[in-house]
């Protein structure tokens, strides 16, 4: 079955780095575009960052310039580079495939920016 499990979070001062990793298994990873989302509670999921399957990325507004999606298909690993954290990136992140008609989620990673 498909599993995506996330680690790599914690607790940062603003304009610090964390690295999130994403890996997935169940699924054929290098034919699925993989997502990374955040939500804050009370507030909808947050479409973050798209790697495709040919080298394409695609970033929220919010996070362009600061932020890097990569991917490692060999490895069946997706990460996300975020640096200079802002207080507004605190959220839960979510790693996410949609595979067969079907929305994959990871059990989320906690990211806290705080001084």
């Known amino acids: 079955q498909v599993q995506l499990v996330e680690s790599g979070g914690g607790l940062v001062q603003p304009g610090g780095s964390l690295r999130l990793s994403c890996a997935a298994s169940?699924?054929?990873?290098?034919?699925?575009?993989m997502n990374w989302y955040r939500q804050t509670p009370g507030k909808q999921r947050e479409l973050v960052a798209t790697?495709?399957?040919?080298?394409?990325?695609s970033y929220a507004d919010s996070v362009k310039g600061r932020f890097t999606i990569s991917r490692v298909d060999a490895k069946r690993l997706v990460y996300l580079q975020m640096n200079s954290l802002k207080l507004e990136d605190t959220a839960v992140y979510y790693c996410?495939?949609?595979?067969?008609?079907?929305?994959?989620w990871g059990q989320g990673t906690q990211v806290t920016v705080s001084s």
């Open positions: 996410n495939v949609w595979y067969r008609e079907v929305d994959y």
């Open positions: 169940g699924f054929d990873f290098s034919s699925y575009v």
């Open positions: 790697a495709g399957t040919f080298g394409e990325t």
